[in-house]
């Protein structure tokens, strides 16, 4: 049997380095793709079975925070030029602790657990977004091997990134579905990974909520690109199909229409403001991650939406420019507004389409870019 822990091996099996803490981003432990306002609102609002649920998933999230520790980083070069995908999918098997059954490599066949062959694919998917659209050889761009854990407890209700691997619940069936359903879910998580080694974005606040909110951009072009779709043919929609059909909601955000996602009477209605006037002010969500990114998400859809075409392309390309070269841990949404416009500048030359397209779309959501 295989073993697969919360913190194990990076790259093709290598022990993580130790000694340099990791950046702000994770510090506050591993990042979820459903907010805690709707876990909460299910367990103020669901039935007993769902409040069950709800309780049961918190208390989860809890263990996982509470056992997270400091990861290192492997300094850059450590890893030969990006060649293969290196993937492997584990069976929890519902449990929340090591060891896990392994269930699918690199190379082997599709299984028949369908969770098994979405998270395998949907890593795949993830990698060739950023190797074909961004040149970067995996998350860490030294080509880590991406490692999933499916089944992981029982009725979970979320998914995450612990800062080593994706980590997969079945969903409760009753409002939502297993999480390797959707890949631009998987693209998300697997974000936060690029964040962790690149921007650091610490993980409250502002610079939390653009944390999330980059998440967002690059799990949605994910998707897109795998549909093939233009800025002005795809949903926009994030977790689209993890809602069941008891839910009244189209998906967990909009990033064309932040706050219209969902307005369901157990989960709550989506509070996402889509502009800086609606800014919500708050200590819950470490400050609102999950709330405010609707704003940071509105004007990546402005962004796309102006300079048209295919979204992974130039509007991708800008953000993941600002991502790797301007955004600093502590950044806000002001610092953004600033740094992608600075990308565009210098991706597409000063006073271009792509520029005035960035530009316009922070404006159309109430940000002014920072001065130095």
């Known amino acids: 049997m295989h073993r697969a822990g919360f913190l194990r091996g990076h790259g093709r099996g290598e022990p993580l380095a130790s000694g340099k803490g990791l950046g702000g981003a994770m510090r506050r432990g591993p990042c979820f793709i459903v907010p805690p306002h709707i876990i909460e609102s299910i367990a103020r609002n669901g039935s007993s079975r769902q409040k069950a649920r709800a309780f049961a998933a918190i208390a989860a999230s ?5 056992r997270r520790e400091a990861l290192g980083l492997l300094p850059r070069g450590l890893h030969p030029a990006c060649a293969e995908k290196q993937r492997t999918v584990f069976d929890a098997q519902n449990r929340t602790q090591p060891p896990y059954r392994l269930a699918r490599r690199e190379g082997a066949r599709p299984t028949k657990d369908v969770a098994v062959n979405e998270a395998f ?3 795949g ?6 190797e074909k659209a961004f040149e ?11 490692q999933s854990v499916v089944h992981f407890a029982t009725f979970f209700d979320n998914a995450f990134w612990d800062g080593a691997q994706m980590v997969y619940g079945d969903g409760d069936g009753d409002l939502f579905g297993r999480f390797t359903a959707s890949v631009d879910v998987i693209g998300h998580e697997l974000t936060h990974g690029v964040t962790q ?5 610490e993980y409250y606040g502002q610079p939390g909520a653009l944390n999330e909110s980059f998440s967002d951009v690059f799990g949605s072009l994910v998707r897109q690109r795998l549909l093939g779709q233009a800025a002005d043919e795809a949903d926009w929609l994030i977790g689209a199909a993890l809602l069941t059909k008891n839910v009244e909601g189209v998906a967990l955000r909009s990033m064309k229409a932040p706050g219209t996602a969902y307005d369901d009477d157990v989960l709550g209605k989506d509070p996402q403001p889509a502009h800086m006037r609606d ?8 400050g609102g991650v999950h709330i405010n990114s609707g704003i940071a998400n509105r004007a990546f859809f402005e962004a796309a939406t102006r300079i048209g075409g295919r979204a992974w392309e130039k509007p991708g390309r800008i953000w993941y420019e600002a991502l790797n070269e301007g955004l600093k841990p502590h950044s806000s949404f002001a610092d953004a507004a600033r740094v992608t416009a600075a990308a565009a500048r210098k991706l597409y030359g000063a006073g271009g389409k792509e520029e005035k397209a960035v530009t316009a779309a922070w404006k159309a959501v109430g940000v002014r870019p920072a001065t130095r």
Not at 62 to 66: D, F, L, T
Not at 125 to 130: A, E, K, M, P, R
Not at 140 to 146: E, I, P, S, V
Not at 279 to 286: E, Q, R, S, Y
């Open 62 to 66: 809890e263990r996982i925070r509470g």
């Open 121 to 123: 694919d949907g890593a």
């Open 125 to 130: 998917s993830t990698f060739d977004l950023f």
């Open 136 to 146: 970067r050889c995996s998350i860490d761009g030294r080509g880590l091997a991406l």
């Open 197 to 201: 080694y690149e921007a650091g974005l």
């Open 279 to 286: 800014f919500v002010k708050t200590t819950k969500d470490n």
